[in-house]
């Protein structure tokens, strides 16, 4: 249900269904979120805007009492921390930045796949220095971009999938040991994987049920092969060619476009195949919920040797850590966070505290570092569908 209100009623907690203005008007990423932290009321009132549209069926009513909004003294909460629960600056300050890249990133990609759908030529120039920055930036921090490019809405898979295929390719091949120009190579070839996409029919891309044999045939046109005229101008690497070729080919051989299998295969090849696999299973698509890190990793396991490389995917699962940056896990208390940060002991991550369970409501957002709340645990990974939390809108 909406309902207009005076900015002067805004309280954390609510969830913002219009701002009243242009995008251009206001200082915040999305036009539609939840409203998650103190400053965001202040910079609402800065950009001198006197109303805004609520959803009170996603946030809080300006009629329900505050006194359970915060995380601390949530009353329904079986436990509450032994101390309050403070922001750390330093991951603020890398989940800003990451966002802000995410952001800038996921739209290049939506220019080259414009592009190339109006007939135009890959812009290497644009494709080649976002890349580069999201090397940087894994290079220094190779958790917190991975786990915000992987949360996305359903709107916006198939650019910002592009965008998340490079974030965990690129952290993947620094993980085994690639040279920094492969590293390049590769992700470039990452952020490119999907160009094919961009001459698919939009009706079979965003098709909200199963595709019917047809459609199917049509969809995995969108796998190209090193030979694809889309390519011609781009230059690409020979690595960067194995991505954008092998990531629907499988060892069984019974992948696509070709066919190809065991030793046909390159390593990055087999990466490219794991990585593109994983970010479709733990996002939001038009046909289904997305699946909790941990459950879509159990499952690529059980798809060893035939679908997936085994050795590849073991490392890759070491890669992530027991609860990847972007995870959604309940904790003892009833709260839910998102792991922001894999924190200094692998099973008591940092954690972004946003809802609670046991009173079914969203809480003020708070910084939560498990390893400093010793009566606090993660009881288990859950999926954001579980309690109908749309996680893009508070990273």
Not at 200 to 229: C, S, Y
Not at 359 to 379: A, C, F, N, T, W
């Amino acid at each position: 249900m909406l309902k207009k209100i005076s900015t002067n009623q805004l309280k954390l907690g609510m969830f913002i269904h219009e701002l009243h203005c242009s995008w251009m008007d206001h200082p915040f990423m999305r036009n539609q979120f939840v409203l998650s932290e103190a400053n965001d009321i202040v910079k609402v009132k800065k950009a001198g805007i006197k109303q805004i549209t609520i959803d009170i069926s996603k946030g809080l009513d300006v009629d329900k009492p505050d006194s359970t909004s915060t995380v601390v003294t949530a009353r329904t909460s079986t436990a509450k921390p032994d101390k309050k629960i403070t922001s750390n600056p330093d991951i603020d300050h890398r989940l800003q930045s990451s966002k802000k890249l995410v952001a800038k990133a996921s739209q290049i990609a939506k220019k080259i796949l414009g592009d190339v759908s109006a007939g135009h030529e890959v812009d290497m120039e644009a494709t080649e220095s976002t890349v580069s920055q999201i090397t940087q930036m894994i290079d220094k921090d190779p958790h917190t971009l991975v786990g915000v490019s992987r949360i996305k809405t359903k709107d916006e898979y198939t650019f910002m999938h592009c965008v998340s295929v490079c974030a965990l390719m690129t952290a993947f091949a620094q993980y085994l040991g690639y040279s920094k120009e492969e590293i390049d190579e590769i992700s470039t070839g990452a952020l490119l994987h999907d160009i094919g996409k961009a001459l698919t029919p939009l009706e079979i891309l965003n098709k909200p049920g199963k595709l019917t044999d047809e459609e199917f045939v049509i969809m995995k046109q969108h796998a190209v092969t090193r030979e694809t005229k889309l390519l011609d101008n781009c230059g690409l690497s020979e690595k960067a060619l194995d991505v954008v070729s092998m990531h629907h080919e499988r060892p069984d051989g019974k992948g696509y476009p070709l066919g190809l299998k065991g030793d046909e295969l390159t390593e990055v090849g087999k990466m490219s195949a794991i990585v593109d696999i994983y970010d479709a299973l733990t996002s939001v698509r038009v046909y289904k919920s997305a699946w909790e890190p941990s459950e879509a990793l159990k499952n690529m396991l059980s798809w060893c040797p035939h679908q997936l490389d085994t050795a590849l995917t073991q490392k890759f699962i070491k890669m992530l850590g027991v609860y990847p940056v972007g995870s959604l896990v309940l904790l003892k208390s009833g709260l839910v966070g998102i792991v922001i940060e894999p924190g200094e002991k692998m099973l008591r991550p940092v954690l972004k505290i946003i809802y609670n369970a046991n009173g079914r409501h969203y809480v003020e957002v708070k910084q939560m570092d498990l390893s400093k709340y010793p009566k606090e645990s993660i009881k288990q990974p859950i999926s954001p569908s579980s309690y109908k939390i749309e996680m893009a809108k508070f990273i």
